[in-house]
């Protein structure tokens, strides 16, 4: 298995800039989630899927658009890509297995929005 | 809504044991979490603990949790070079749907001196 898989590993952008983030993992996991890592703030929720067809949002989804239509496949979209956006991003993906919930990270990609 | 934090920085000796800390405000947390993170990569599910244990131990690793008092913490015995990295804490929610969402703490920098 290759786990959670995220491309690209870096991206600049210019401000105003659309681009797509992509995840994917191959352990048939059901549920799907982005985060993102700002320095002195941890990992913040942008937005989960409990399902394909099914997403909703996070603690932060401003500026960003989900879907799930495949199980393996979880994309995150940034619309008008803004300076505040610079981040590092994490694509997770867990099961349910006796009521706990094990989230295994990707590797992460690295923005920059100039 | 939930809260986790955690000191920044932790500098032990090879060999001491590393104590680190962790406080959360969300006493509905099903699980809490230790993840580990080196320089460059992901997030790696360290170990975890159920809300109605006070300890567990897994091999250099003990957790402890201080349901009253809303702290957990993190001890590893006999500190290497090799545990330098970032840890978090976090806290699990259940979500009503399926899956669960992780409050990240800001992470603390344990660094491992010779």
């Known amino acids: 298995n290759a786990g959670v898989t995220q491309t690209p590993k870096f991206q600049v952008l210019k401000t105003g800039q659309s681009m797509t983030l992509q995840c994917a993992q191959d352990?048939?996991?059901?549920?799907m989630s982005w985060y993102r890592q700002d320095p002195g703030m941890g990992l913040r929720l942008i937005h989960y899927?409990?399902?394909?067809?099914?997403?909703d949002q996070g603690e932060v989804p401003n500026g960003y658009n989900v879907s799930r239509s495949t199980t393996e496949d979880f994309p995150l979209r940034l619309l008008s890509a803004a300076p505040s956006q610079t981040s590092v991003y994490f694509c997770a993906s867990s099961y349910e297995w006796r009521g706990d919930y094990e989230q295994y990270f990707g590797p992460g990609t690295r923005l920059t929005v100039t | 809504g939930e809260d986790v934090e955690q000191s920044l920085f932790l500098s032990v000796r090879e060999g001491d044991s590393s104590v680190i800390n962790c406080t959360y405000t969300?006493?509905?947390?099903?699980?809490l979490y230790w993840y580990k993170q080196e320089p460059g990569a992901g997030l790696q599910l360290l170990t975890y603990?159920?809300?109605?244990?006070d300890m567990k131990q897994d091999q250099r690793l003990t957790v402890l949790l201080n349901k009253k008092d809303k702290h957990l913490s993190l001890r590893i015995a006999d500190t290497q070079t090799g545990d330098s990295a970032i840890y978090f804490c976090?806290?699990?929610?259940?979500?009503?749907?399926?899956?669960?969402?992780?409050?990240f703490g800001t992470g603390t920098q344990l660094k491992v001196e010779l």
């Open positions: 603990i159920f809300s109605n244990m």
């Open positions: 969300d006493s509905s947390s099903t699980y």
């Open positions: 352990m048939n996991h059901e549920y």
């Open positions: 976090a806290e699990g929610e259940i979500l009503t749907g399926g899956g669960n969402k992780l409050t």
């Open positions: 899927s409990v399902g394909a067809g099914i997403t």
